[in-house]
């Protein structure tokens, strides 16, 4: 019998600066001092809260992380345990959504991949992140503060402005309710019984500022693990800096597979393993995963997924591999292989890998010039001698927020639930 | 009765019994009857399929004209409203790879019917559309012709039923074959639980990203000794000098650039910088010998190991690139090295 | 890029710690690099000791741009 999360979502339909903090009938009013008191710290030399509306003229650029507003109804203060909160197991319990606003960082540490969005314009329709207020938290470090301990302060003040604002919707009639339990399963319509699949997922975590956070400890060094499903949607785990956490927070593979868990298939759990970046350990990752698969989770099938680019597809090709050989049908599922056709930048090329899920791909979009521009001074490498104004053209691989998730989100059907403004 | 395929085949001047290249810049037409080896083709069929129309083109006038004749050939097929188009075969004839590969290509992506030709690997046509359309694998010459056209007839047959196809190393054709039209309305998670459970209940399916047949190259051997051979340094890991001079992105590169390391007996670290997003450049950027061995190629010229260093070394960042781009960064390379007199080459991958 | 500088018939080594990718594209000839981060280096080492390490890693390298491979097969090697 599996842990027992609610999620009650509570959609807000507006989003504004305004005297005294509050939620009702949809529309979110945020006290801006008092958040800007409440989540100023002294590693930042500034920081502005913005406001960016759905459909506006506004490019934000660095947009680094992106996540939904939640708290633990009953102890909003274990919200996010150990990387915020108070120790205490996730993925359990009550929590509270606040549904069409989201909080978005603007990153100004050095790194490799920076991306930018488009709230409104012709590229808007290619993010679903362009369906959302954002609460922006545009902080620069001040002089003489390493990369590390900016992230882990940008990510902190991201987290308060989170909880500030979740906590708002605690005694409100939620809008939708989701819970997540899983049961005993029953045999099939044909009396057999249900094909048992196994979910692994390998995320990238390859340096400090690169990392994932398991309650707070950094995944660099894990060996695999068997985490619960809910705990990955309730904020056990945490991207610094790399995907947007609004992605793990909705994970879709994982919510797709606990909803046909007794129709179709029995979901019987999740493996998580970290991405090494040396072949010797890659192989053997894949094959301890896929022992946990087989022989703790009882597996007849998994589901292999990632985050990471080039690298990554290797370590979900051997694992893949392993799984297979020792007798589980297997599917994978890759993020970032297309540029125009399926497949056009993948790196690996083993035949055995006979199933595979292109869940997105890119385009070269023409950026107009816009009135507003967020994080001019973050730097995103892939504009450099760009004037970010615009116009431009550029792609959309590992540049433009929202296209697609390294999990399988794709700007087509993601968040299609919450309407798009038009142009303001 | 059962249901006759409609077959439409393309050929050129010469299998059109028109001459060689004294009518390679012949028009365009149409017999609606099997011609030259459609006559063989048709027969190796065995009353499943007729071929309805055959396009008949000089390879110089369709060559060069690929963009106002491809289209034509196209509009010419979908009057024929078929179930199946077959190109040449085109061995290793260059004009006529480029046109059954071009045909086929836009055959397969614009009328979205099974479509498939057979070329040699060397073929320029085979490189250019062996991911967009089904070239099946030949010899470089016409003569076992016979075999290959039997081949094209059971492979077809298994594309109009409707017979999933494997990878090509499996199948027998070139890189990966036709683009797999994907429905992105259907979230991914969907597409993955209805392929897992087909899969699992061994019931037909079809990947929607096929492992590309990679050729193999005959390996060139270093035909001198060591100590007499001039090598050159390339890399992936994206080494620029301090400043970025040339603007070199970190993903998805567009081009490769050299830099001169005329003089320098290492690389020295406040000099240079990594353009290249996918990995973590800390250990490079420390020492960037590490990535572009410099220090130990001037070691050993000195100790007179090796002959000597060629005074630029190539880099380009390799991640999330296309593989159509990397072939051209490596084509343009090989270019430059032939020019200097290059004997061999270390490329450092990140 | 390996493909085509073999294509024009200059012999070339490919360095890299991820031998199972390269081997899928089929360069003939991979050498196995220390490590993604750094392929000709070890940063365990004393600065003196690991030029040493790089020059013997790099001589193996080359030496192997003299080997013919086996038919169809690429050759991996790693630093001895």
């Known amino acids: 019998m599996g842990k027992r999360l609610q999620i009650d979502y509570i959609d807000v339909k507006k989003v504004q600066f305004g005297s005294k903090s509050g939620l009702a009938g949809g529309v979110l009013t945020v006290n801006r001092d008092e958040l800007y008191n409440l989540i100023n710290n002294d590693l930042f030399a500034w920081l502005n809260i913005e406001l960016v509306c759905p459909g506006e003229s506004c490019r934000m650029l660095s947009v680094h992380d992106i996540m939904q507003p939640r708290c633990k109804k009953e102890h909003p203060e274990e919200s996010y345990p150990g990387i915020w909160g108070k120790l205490a197991p996730a993925g359990e319990g009550e929590t509270i959504a606040l549904r069409g606003v989201v909080v978005s960082d603007i990153y100004y540490a050095k790194c490799n991949i920076k991306y930018y969005l488009d709230v409104g314009g012709p590229c808007a329709k290619y993010s679903n992140f362009s369906r959302h207020y954002h609460i922006v938290i545009d902080a620069a470090p001040a002089e003489g503060v390493s990369d590390l301990s900016y992230a882990r302060a940008l990510k902190y003040a991201s987290l308060t402005a989170n909880v500030y604002l979740a906590k708002l919707g605690i005694d409100l009639k939620p809008d939708e309710t989701e819970v997540f339990e899983l049961g005993p399963v029953g045999p099939g319509k044909d009396g057999k019984p249900l094909p048992k699949v196994a979910y692994f997922v390998t995320h990238m975590a390859s340096h400090d500022t690169w990392n994932i956070l398991y309650y707070g400890q950094s995944a660099l060094n894990f060996l695999p693990i068997i985490v619960q499903p809910t705990e990955v949607l309730d904020g056990a785990f945490l991207w610094r800096y790399w995907e947007c956490n609004y992605y793990l927070q909705n994970e879709l593979y994982i919510k797709e597979l606990m909803k046909r868990h007794g129709k179709d298939l029995e979901f019987v759990g999740v493996v998580f393993a970290n991405n090494v970046m040396k072949i010797q350990g890659k192989d053997t990752m894949g094959m301890i995963a896929s022992t946990l698969c087989r022989d703790t989770l009882k597996a007849d099938c998994v589901v292999v997924n990632k985050s990471g680019m080039g690298h990554c597809q290797l370590d979900s090709a051997l694992a893949f591999n392993w799984m297979e050989k020792m007798g589980m049908t297997c599917v994978m599922n890759q993020s970032a292989v297309s540029n125009d056709r399926p497949g056009d930048m993948l790196v690996i090329s083993d035949p055995k890998i006979d199933a595979v899920i292109n869940s997105g791909r890119n385009y070269t979009l023409h950026h107009p010039k816009v009135k507003r521009l967020i994080g001019e001074k973050a730097g995103v490498p892939s504009l450099a001698g760009i004037d970010p104004w615009g116009p431009f053209d550029h792609t959309t691989n590992y540049a433009y927020q929202g296209i697609w998730s390294q999990l399988g989100d794709c700007y087509v059907t993601t968040d299609s639930n919450i309407p798009r403004k038009e142009e303001v | ?350 | 890029m390996t493909k085509e500088i073999e294509r024009s018939g200059i012999p070339i080594v490919q360095v890299t710690n991820l031998s199972k990718i390269a081997e899928g594209i089929g360069p003939n000839r991979i050498f196995r690099g220390n490590s993604v981060l750094h392929v000709f280096g070890d940063p365990s080492l004393p600065r003196e000791n690991e030029l040493e390490y790089r020059k013997n890693a790099v001589m193996q390298a080359l030496k192997m741009l003299k080997i013919v491979p086996k038919e169809g097969k690429s050759i991996v090697k790693e630093i001895a």
Do not use: W
């Not at chain 2, 009057?79 to 590969?101: E, H, Q, S, T, V």
């Not at chain 2, 990947?207 to 090598?231: F, G, Q, R, Y």
């Open chain 2, 1 to 350: 009765m059962v249901k006759k395929y409609r077959v439409v085949h393309y050929i050129n001047q010469f299998y059109g019994g028109y001459g060689g290249e004294d009518t390679a810049g012949m028009a365009m037409l149409v017999k609606e009857k099997p011609v030259g080896p459609g006559l063989e083709l048709e027969k190796m069929f065995d009353g499943k399929a007729e071929i309805v129309a055959t396009i008949i083109c000089g390879d110089n006038k369709i060559a060069e004209n690929l963009e106002t004749m491809v289209p034509k050939v196209v509009e010419t097929v979908k009057k024929y409203n078929p179930d199946l188009f077959i190109g040449g075969p085109g061995f290793n004839a260059g004009r006529y790879g480029m046109a059954c590969g071009a045909t086929t290509a836009a055959v397969a992506e614009t009328l979205k019917i099974p479509a498939v030709t057979a070329l040699f690997a060397e073929n320029p046509g085979t490189d250019i559309y062996k991911d967009s359309c089904y070239i099946l694998e030949t010899e470089n010459n016409a003569r076992n012709m016979k075999e290959v056209l039997k081949r094209l007839v059971t492979f077809s047959l298994r594309l109009v039923s409707g017979e999933p196809i494997g990878d090509g190393k499996k199948e027998g054709y070139h890189g990966s074959g036709p683009a797999v039209e994907i429905d992105y309305s259907v979230p991914a998670p969907k597409r993955a639980l209805k392929m897992l459970l087909a899969k699992y209940y061994n019931k037909p399916f079809r990947t929607e990203v096929v492992m590309p047949n990679h050729e193999k190259i005959p390996t060139p051997v270093l035909d001198k000794p060591l100590s007499e051979a001039k090598i050159a340094l390339v890399t992936d890991g994206g080494l620029v000098p301090k400043g970025n001079p040339d603007n070199m992105v970190v993903t998805n590169s567009t081009c490769f650039k050299s830099y001169s390391i005329k003089g320098k007996d290492r690389l020295k670290p406040e000099d240079y910088e990594v353009r290249h997003q996918g990995y973590n450049n800390a250990y490079v950027l420390e020492d960037p010998n590490r990535l572009v061995p410099v220090d130990a190629m001037r070691v050993l010229v000195k100790e007179g190991f090796i002959g000597s260093l060629f005074d630029s070394y190539f880099t380009t960042a390799g991640v999330m690139t296309g593989m159509d781009k990397c072939k051209s960064f490596g084509e343009g390379i090989a270019k430059i090295l032939k020019g200097n007199g290059i004997d061999a080459v270390i490329l450092t991958s990140t």
